[in-house]
Nanobody, 119 residues
Framework: QLQLMESGGVLVQPGGSLRLSCEVSGTIRLGTLAWYRQAPGKDRESVASLTDGGRPIYADSVNGRFIISRDNAKNTGYLQMNSLKPEDTAVYYC??????????????WGQGTQVTVSS
């Protein structure tokens, strides 16, 4: 079963930077990596996604501040977060999906990592 493990969530001051990591238990080649977040009392929302060899897609709220990347050799995805704002406070989740056959996909979610932006 696919397992994802996020790390890097901490308390950071407004304007600061942070990098989240997502280690996947299997190969991430040809799959899509994505980051989502969920703030208290709100629905989970997409933050960024990146296919293998494709262009990143960002939510309007983070475009220009966050950068999603991946290292296929390490089966790891990253989310570099800059110019953090208090409204970025949330639990951040990593998601991965890859086609394994004509009819099927393998996918999984991480357990989440807390990011708190506060002075």
């Amino acid at each position: 079963q696919l397992q994802l493990m996020e790390s890097g969530g901490v308390l950071v001051q407004p304007g600061g930077s942070l990098r989240l990591s997502c280690e996947v238990s299997g190969t991430i080649r040809l799959g899509t990596l994505a980051w989502y977040r969920q703030a208290p009392g709100k629905d989970r929302e997409s933050v960024a996604s990146l296919t293998d060899g494709g262009r990143p897609i960002y939510a309007d709220s983070v475009n220009g501040r966050f950068i999603i990347s991946r290292d296929n050799a390490k089966n790891t995805g990253y989310l570099q977060m800059n110019s953090l704002k208090p409204e970025d406070t949330a639990v951040y989740y990593c998601y991965f999906k890859r086609r394994v056959s004509i009819e099927g996909y393998i996918e999984g979610w991480g357990q989440g990592t807390q990011v708190t932006v506060s002075s």
